[in-house]
């Protein structure tokens, strides 16, 4: 029963994708784009839906009554509304640059457009895919310092992607990011930190820190190279205790680093130095209080093995 609840929601969701699809086309010109069609052929879920439309966004208001924007995003011609649910971002463009706003995506994965019949992919989309490869595209690579200077935010996109999507960089894309390692200083702090969140909550944090150090962003680790495929499950979404474990597996210097260079914040780099001793011996007493956090981090350590688990609190006890 729970399978074919689950199931009928997922219709409901594309029929609801659909419906919103086909009534901008009746307006003018619209396809989906971006991060939905990557996360649906990785076989991952979706947050949002973004558009490209040549509907302007005061035709928009006139199909979607609850469309909002910021004045900022109105002069780039991007509106947002969550309708029965689902999050819609739409970014509107004059008619003649419809096909030269498709080609600007940052990276191959993103090169794909859906037009409610037919999915199109501008590159090497569709092989990249399959492979699991994080690549540059055309116009990233033909117009990297203009790309960078004016959207930054590629270059911190390709670490989430790795973490969350397990996709592995293309070796072009690592020079890419070398040879233009200052723009990294150029994204915002707000973004840099809420990144640096969805960063920590991927299985694959150990590659995406791999990448921030062959690039140049944090010093050289031996370790890194050794634990790269290494996936870390999301047991909770305390990141605190992800952030122990890695300083436990990588050494807490690669860390704070990390930590450092997002902005984020310093109470993370005490809770650091105050746990990790516990993770690096087994001597030391455990205060009633820290037990449950304890708990959350021998999860990590050993793995979910339950058996240990249950060892370790006894002996805590």
Known sequence: MFFLLKEAFILNKEQIISEVLIKCQAQGETVIVG?????????????????????TPEELKTIFPQLNWTE?????????????????????????????????????????????????????G???????????????QNSTTECLKNSPQAFIRAFRFVSLYDLKWDDSLVTLFQNNITSFQNVPDGRLQNEAYEILKGENILRSLYYYERVGLISTNSKLEELRDVQIPLYTQNLAARIIYLSYLLGKQTVIE???????????????????PYLKTDDLKIHPKRLPFMTLLKRYQYQDDKEKIKEFLKSSR
Not at 35 to 55: A, E, H, Q
């Open 35 to 55: 991060g939905y069609i990557r996360n649906k052929l990785l076989g991952y879920d979706f947050k949002d839906v973004d558009l490209l439309t040549i509907c």
């Open 72 to 124: 900022q995003g109105l002069e780039l011609g991007i509106t947002r509304m969550t309708y029965r649910g689902i999050q819609f971002e739409f970014s509107s463009c004059f008619k003649e640059a419809f096909k030269e706003k498709l080609e600007k995506r940052d990276f191959t994965v993103n090169q794909f457009y859906f037009d409610g019949h037919n999915l199109t992919s501008q590159s090497t």
């Open 126 to 140: 569709a092989n990249d895919i399959e492979l699991k490869l994080l690549k540059a595209s055309d116009y990233l």
């Open 258 to 276: 990390w930590l450092t260079l997002h902005h984020l914040s310093q109470k993370l780099v005490e809770e650091i130095q105050q746990y990790l």
